[in-house]
């Protein structure tokens, strides 16, 4: 099963509503899985502060709690340079005056186990093991704000229900990717990656595919030839969202058999593994709604 959902807003004046809607949305999802769920977050000043680099940890290591002062004191010692961050029910949102890359490598070296969510200006990645519905309240997401949001509610049935199989995978700078459906041959691109350097945190099939395409983003592909790259290359059924700070893209595989609806309007563009996931976004009624074509890519900038 599995839901995600994704709202890219293109008016200022419905940022306040991000986390808001956003919630709404992934919890409608709830249904569809129930034993994790995930949010990215672009665009919220207090999860990433302007102009700062930011890390977002999922997990220090099994078991391991700490005040967010002693985190950001370790990461400030291997850093060399002043580290905020913020917890947030169980996570950690860091960030600095320095490039997200620099920033990860010094939460790597100061926490060697720990979870990475997401890196990148401007992003902050949440997920965990629960109910959409309890995560959600737990991160006081209602209150977020920003112009894009990208969530997924899982149903496992490639990997262990814990927080480094949790969606979104977001393993390039600024970069995530949700996804409900089945790679069949992950194992095999995975021997492949890993041969050629990419480390994994999980054994997930979905972490596959987001690695794949930030390999390809990294060597200069856009967005859209890296998906085309993807439907190529993976056999599966599947419907992925793949957003950075700037863009947001859907794809479905040759026979889309996953489901996914689509709705535009000049305020935001929306999608969700069902209807009802959009249903309460304003103006809904006056959108242009459609299901996406077998292997279309659909992206919008901002």
């Not at 569809?32 to 302007?50: E, L, N, Q, T």
């Not at 595919?209 to 599947?238: H, P």
């Amino acid at each position: 099963m599995c839901g995600i959902v994704g709202l890219h807003l293109r008016t200022p004046e419905l940022y306040p509503r991000l986390g808001e809607l956003l919630t709404g949305m992934l919890c409608e999802m709830g249904d569809r899985g129930s034993d994790s769920a995930g949010v990215a977050v672009y665009g919220d000043p207090a999860w990433s502060p302007p102009g700062a680099g930011c890390v977002s940890v999922a997990e220090l290591a099994a078991g391991d709690r700490r005040c967010v002062a002693d985190v950001t004191s370790a990461v400030a010692a291997a850093l060399g340079d002043d580290v905020d961050g913020i917890a947030v029910d169980g996570s950690y949102l860091l960030s600095a005056g320095r490039r997200s890359e620099e920033l990860l490598v010094a939460v790597r070296s100061a926490f060697p186990h720990a979870i990475i969510a997401g890196f990148g200006s401007d992003v902050a990645v949440l997920k965990g093991v629960g109910y959409p519905r309890a995560l959600t309240g737990g991160w006081g997401l209602a209150t977020a704000r920003g112009w894009q949001g990208v969530g997924h509610t899982r149903m496992a049935t490639e990997s262990a229900v814990t927080p480094a199989g949790c969606h979104p995978y977001a393993v390039g700078p600024g970069q995530c990717m949700v996804h409900n459906g089945s790679f069949a041959n992950h194992a095999t691109i995975r021997r492949e990656l890993r041969s050629a350097g990419v480390e994994f945190d999980s054994e997930n099939d979905t972490e596959v595919g987001a690695r794949f395409i930030a390999a390809l983003l990294a060597d200069g592909r856009d967005v859209e030839g890296a998906l085309k790259e993807l439907c190529a290359t993976f056999d599966g059924f599947y419907t992925l969202l793949v957003s950075d700070r700037d863009s947001f893209a859907v794809v479905r595989d040759a026979i889309a058999c996953k489901p996914a609806v689509v709705a535009e309007t000049d305020e935001w563009v929306a999608m969700g593994s069902e209807y009802r996931a959009l249903a309460g976004l304003p103006g809904v009624e006056k959108a242009r709604i459609w299901e996406p074509e077998p292997e279309v890519v659909y992206a919008w900038q901002r």
